[in-house]
């Protein structure tokens, strides 16, 4: 690995930082107390490019490296994950499992406005009774011919309703067990489509999240990923790659709350001097900036085995399980860096520590992560 960027690799950064302090800061705290969704924020970052990262250009979009990606999700997260967190899902699950594993006709057709972010993405796995255990689709897609016939609930979908293009996981052939999921593209606003109330969530307010409902729903033949029975291997494979996304996004919310904890801690004076001057202090803000670097090394990692084609699942479920603990770690040490000021939202720390527990449990909660990795060092026994 280079432990130094390129030109462009900057750049990217640099543009995501600016627009995120300048602009994402100034609203966050009521787009959050209100969980406002931000239609504007989302335009001004498609316009920046931040939604065609992964698409090739062929097809309109940026495609930039994943250590690129990583950087401007951390950058964007530092201020608001709800921002950061439509944009993973669109780039890492959506736009990229078209582009990795779609037709020449699905990428010719769905890229280009996905790449302009004039169409969202959004990822239909979760169900009721299907969350860790993705393998339980109780979601029906039966196959009549020309269509499949879609029948069922999804649970937790970020972008249910500002997304355009779902990509759907659903059971075609039951008795094939994982084996007969398939992946399908879905026109959000096909007949039969219904939506569930707008959750309210603990953090992440912002993103527009609802259960969808299937009723009914035809979906062509020609929108099927992959052969017949690829639907699950397709699951995992896009979230083997979202947990890089969601990695940076647990990095950028660490760091962003460090940056506020270590600011505070210089212009907060107790016995006469500055809080940073108390050893107490100054270790936390000491640890926090040791783990913080850790986890980006893993993060990093992560995105370079899979910009060099190297398997990634390993790497990417350790990335996940440590920057997540470390995000949420980091964001408590801010809060109690801050004191009572760290219990009001006009410091934003509180929202950080609410955004951080979310990253241990989507895209596969902390306990998933750990199942992956000692499935994978027991094979190396």
Request: charged fraction near 25%; aromatic fraction near 8%; include cysteine.
């Amino acid at each position: 690995m280079n432990f130094e960027y390129s030109e462009e690799q900057l750049m990217i950064k640099k543009t995501a930082r600016d627009y995120a302090q300048r602009e994402l800061f100034k609203d966050v705290i009521e787009r959050d107390a209100n969980a406002i969704y931000p239609t504007q924020h989302i335009k001004n970052i498609a316009q920046l490019g931040f939604f065609g990262m992964l698409i090739n250009p062929e097809y309109g979009g940026v495609g930039v490296d994943n250590i690129s990606y990583v950087l401007a999700l951390e950058e964007v997260s530092k201020a608001d994950s709800s921002v950061a967190v439509i944009m993973s899902v669109h780039n890492s699950l959506a736009a990229y499992g078209i582009e990795t594993f779609g037709s020449k006709d699905q990428k010719e057709k769905y890229l280009p406005q996905m790449a302009s972010g004039e169409k969202i993405g959004a990822f239909l796995l979760s169900e009721p009774d299907a969350g860790s255990d993705a393998s339980f689709q109780k979601t029906s897609a039966i196959d009549k011919g020309d269509h499949y016939v879609l029948n069922g609930i999804k649970n937790w979908i970020t972008s249910a309703n500002s997304g355009s293009v779902y990509i759907v996981i659903a059971q075609t052939w039951p008795e094939k067990a994982n084996k007969g999921i398939n992946a399908f593209i879905v026109d959000r606003h096909s007949k039969g489509i219904s939506l569930g109330p707008h959750e309210d969530k603990m953090g992440m307010r912002s993103s527009d999240t609802h259960s969808v409902m299937f009723n009914d729903v035809i979906v062509p033949k020609e929108n099927r990923i992959g052969e017949d029975g690829f639907g699950f291997k397709f699951a995992m494979k896009m979230l083997e790659g979202g947990r890089i996304g969601i990695s940076a996004q647990a990095l950028g919310i660490a760091d962003g709350a460090y940056e506020l904890a270590l600011k505070y801690s210089k212009g907060r004076k107790t016995f006469g001097t500055e809080i940073i001057n108390h050893q107490a202090i100054a270790f936390k803000l000491a640890e926090m900036a040791a783990e913080i670097e850790a986890a980006r090394l893993l993060v990093h990692k992560a995105a370079w085995l899979k910009d060099n084609h190297q398997s990634y699942g390993t790497a990417s479920a350790i990335a996940k399980l440590v920057a997540t603990d470390v995000a949420m770690r980091v964001t408590t040490e801010a809060v109690q860096i801050h004191g009572g000021y760290g219990y009001v939202k006009e410091y934003h720390v509180e929202r950080f520590m609410r955004e951080a527990k979310l990253t241990q449990i989507y895209e596969g909660t902390s306990e998933i992560q750990k199942m992956i990795i000692s499935r994978a060092i027991s094979k190396d026994c």
